[in-house]
């Protein structure tokens, strides 16, 4: 139970530093809105990343499935 309060509050803390990023991003190139939909986006790729990985599903080859990248 301890690992998963602390894999919720690396993630939560990872978000707020994504999206925190994404704005100065977004100041960088003039546009806000932009930073943070870049923000939101790579998030959600590393919480997808988070979870194969958590669920022993990470890398792209996989034989035992059929499935290749």
């Not at 707020?16 to 977004?26: D, F, P, Q, S």
């Not at 988070?50 to 599903?57: D, F, H, P, T």
């Amino acid at each position: 139970m301890a690992a998963t309060k602390k894999q919720r509050w690396t993630w939560l803390g990872g978000t707020i530093a994504l999206i925190v990023l994404g704005v100065v991003i977004g100041l960088i190139l003039q546009n806000v809105w932009l930073g943070l939909l870049l923000a939101v986006i790579v998030s959600l790729v590393w919480l997808i990343a988070a979870e194969s990985k958590k669920g022993g599903n990470s890398g792209v080859n996989d034989e035992s499935r059929g499935i290749e990248l």
